[in-house]
């Protein structure tokens, strides 16, 4: 059986709120970043998980840790409470964007070659027929 848990980490990233997403399934960790802009309110995160959490694109699955110990339930509260001074994300989280960045970035590099290649043999083409009907007159 799959065993996937999730966390939501938002944090101020001047000028705008973020919101990672850090996802752990059969031991492989994949990110989504979302911008909010101003401040979210609780019940607005809330709602956006609901309504927006299926369409989230993750990121590449990084291989991470996974820790299954049964924890007394204060000291989960105190670790809760931590992470929630904690400021910026984790940085396996960060590895994980920045592996989606990258791939996405290789993924526009090659279809802007494409669209470029595409471009010059159609130029090519509109020159090499403006050259034949030059030379049909004479």
Request: charged share 40%; glycine share 6%.
């Amino acid at each position: 059986m799959d065993k996937v848990s999730g966390k939501l980490t938002v944090y101020f990233e001047a000028p705008f709120w973020v919101g990672v997403f850090e996802r752990v399934r059969d031991g492989k960790l994949s990110v989504a970043k979302v911008t909010f802009g101003t401040e979210p309110k609780d019940y607005e995160v809330q709602e956006y998980i609901q309504k927006c959490y299926s369409g989230l694109k993750f990121s590449p699955a990084v291989d991470t840790g996974v820790k299954d110990i049964k924890r007394n339930p204060k000291r989960m509260q105190r670790e809760a409470k931590r992470q929630m001074q904690e400021t910026g994300i984790g940085t396996k989280s960060q590895q994980a964007l920045k592996l989606q960045q990258e791939q996405n970035k290789q993924e526009h590099k090659v279809r802007r070659r494409e669209k470029k290649e595409a471009e010059e043999l159609r130029m090519f083409k509109l020159k090499q027929q403006k050259k034949r009907e030059k030379h049909k007159g004479h």
